[in-house]
C-alpha cells in the first residue's frame, strides 16, 4: 500500500510520504485495520491523486501554452474555444495597426434607448396621449396598471394586447398613428439632452465605440429629433418601431440592434431607465446600465450598473462590462474532477498515523 501511494508522486508533486529522508528507515507495523478505516483511507488516497493529476494538468497546460506545443486554443489560462469570434479581431488582416485598432475598443458596442436615457423626458406625457386617444375613440379610461404595463411595447402591441381595442391591422395601424400625433403634440417638439448625454457620446465617438439607437417611435419623429439637436449620423445603427414586431420587455430591439452591429449580443451594453429595459437586455444576454432618469436607485437594482447620468461612466467600465470571458465555465476535463472531489473528502485532511498504523 504504501508503494501505490508513492507511485501518486511520479504525476510531477511532492509525494504524499515526503517528510521522511531516502536514507531514513521507516519501520512499518502491520496492524490489522477495520473495513470502515481502510475505506476511509482508500477514500483520502483516491482524492489526492485526483488532485495530483489536477496539478499535473494545470503544469503540463501552462507548460503548453508557452511552448506553443498545445493542440488547442488557450483563454486566460484555461483551454477552450471562448471568446466567440466576433469583429473585436479578424487574425486574417495583414495590416497589423488595422488588427491593432480593432483590438481597441472597437470589440463592444452601445445600444442606447431614447427617452429618459439620451433625452429628457415627460411620463406623463405618454399616459396623457392614451388618456386622449380613449377619449377621441369612445374607449374606458386605461387604468393606471395598464399604462404602467404598456412602457416601453409599441403601440399595436400595447392596444391588441394590453388595452384590447381591436385586432384588426388596419385599426391598430390608425391607432397607433392617432396616439404618435397626440404624444408629439403634447411633447412640443422640444428636444434636450440629459446631463452627461452628450458628452458621453463624444467619449464613444472618440474612441470609436459603434453606437446603435432602439426605440418604438416612428423614424420620421427620430430624424426630426436628430437635426433638431443636431446629432445626424452620429449612431451607426437606429432601429425604430417599423424594424420589429414587439417591444419590451421583448429583446427583439436590442437583438437586431447587435445584429445590425454585428456583435455577438455579450459584447452589447444597454443602457436603458426602467426594469423592462433590464429584462429585455439581460434575456438578449446582454449587459445593461441603468440610468435613474425616472426610477430611484433602488428600483434599479437588478441592471448590471446603475447611474444618474451618462457621464458617471468611464471606458474601463465599459470594457469590464464586456469582458465576456471570465462567464464562460472551465473546461469539460477540470469541470468533471470538481464533481468527483465533491464525493471524497478533500486530501489536506489530515490522516493519524497513530489510528492508521
Same mark, same amino acid.
Given at each position: 500500500m504504501v508503494e501505490s501511494i508513492s507511485a501518486t508522486s511520479l504525476l510531477g508533486s511532492r509525494p504524499v510520504l515526503s517528510n521522511y529522508g531516502s536514507d531514513c528507515k521507516v519501520k512499518v507495523r502491520r496492524v490489522a485495520m477495520s473495513p470502515k478505516r481502510l475505506v476511509r483511507f482508500g477514500m483520502i488516497v483516491k482524492a489526492q491523486a485526483m488532485e495530483l493529476?489536477?496539478?499535473? !494538468?494545470?503544469?503540463?497546460?501552462?507548460?503548453d501554452r508557452f511552448s506553443g506545443s498545445s493542440d488547442y486554443e488557450v483563454v486566460e489560462g484555461r483551454p477552450g474555444l471562448w471568446p466567440p469570434k466576433n469583429k473585436a479581431d479578424n487574425p486574417m488582416l495583414h495590416n497589423p495597426l488595422l488588427r491593432q485598432e480593432r483590438m481597441g475598443c472597437g470589440w463592444l458596442g452601445a445600444i442606447f434607448e431614447w427617452e429618459g436615457?439620451?433625452?429628457?423626458?415627460? +411620463?406623463?406625457?405618454?399616459? /396623457?396621449?392614451?388618456? $386622449?386617444?380613449? /377619449? #377621441? #375613440?369612445g374607449k374606458s379610461p386605461p387604468p393606471e396598471f395598464m399604462l404602467r404595463r404598456v412602457e416601453g411595447m409599441k403601440n399595436e402591441q400595447a392596444i391588441s394586447e394590453v388595452l384590447c381595442w381591436s385586432r384588426d391591422p388596419s385599426q391598430l395601424k390608425r391607432l397607433a398613428l392617432r396616439k404618435e400625433q397626440i404624444y408629439q403634440a403634447l411633447q412640443g417638439g422640444i428636444y434636450r439632452f440629459r446631463d452627461g448625454s452628450q458628452e458621453f457620446m463624444d467619449v464613444l465617438t472618440r474612441y470609436n465605440i459603434p453606437m446603435a439607437l432602439v426605440s418604438t417611435r416612428p423614424r420620421k419623429n427620430l430624424e426630426e429629433a436628430f437635426g433638431a439637436i443636431g446629432i445626424n449620423g452620429v449612431f451607426d445603427v437606429v432601429v425604430t418601431? #417599423?424594424?420589429?414586431?414587439?417591444?419590451? +420587455?421583448?429583446?427583439? %430591439? !436590442?437583438?437586431? =440592434? =447587435? /445584429?445590425?452591429? /454585428?456583435?455577438?449580443? #455579450?459584447?452589447?451594453?444597454? !443602457?436603458?431607465?426602467?426594469?423592462?429595459?433590464?429584462?429585455? =437586455?439581460?434575456? =438578449?444576454? %446582454?449587459?445593461?446600465?441603468?440610468?435613474?432618469?425616472?426610477?430611484p436607485v433602488y428600483e434599479l437594482s437588478a $441592471?448590471?450598473?446603475?447611474?444618474?447620468?451618462l457621464d458617471e461612466l468611464s471606458v474601463v467600465d465599459l470594457k469590464n462590462l464586456a469582458d465576456i470571458e471570465s462567464e464562460f465555465g472551465e473546461p469539460e476535463v477540470e469541470m468533471e474532477l470538481e464533481e468527483e472531489e465533491e464525493t471524497y473528502p478533500s486530501s489536506r485532511v489530515a490522516v493519524d498515523d497513530h489510528d492508521f498504523w
Open positions: 493529476t489536477k496539478e499535473k !494538468f494545470n503544469f503540463k497546460e501552462k507548460e436615457v439620451l433625452i429628457e423626458d415627460n +411620463p406623463d406625457h405618454e399616459k /396623457q396621449a392614451w388618456l $386622449a386617444l380613449s /377619449q #377621441e #375613440e418601431a #417599423e424594424d420589429v414586431y414587439r417591444g419590451k +420587455p421583448d429583446p427583439e %430591439m !436590442f437583438a437586431y =440592434a =447587435a /445584429q445590425l452591429l /454585428q456583435f455577438i449580443p #455579450e459584447r452589447c451594453i444597454v !443602457f436603458g431607465n426602467s426594469n423592462l429595459s433590464v429584462e429585455a =437586455a439581460h434575456e =438578449a444576454r %446582454m449587459k445593461c446600465v441603468a440610468v435613474a432618469s425616472k426610477h $441592471a448590471d450598473l446603475v447611474v444618474r447620468c
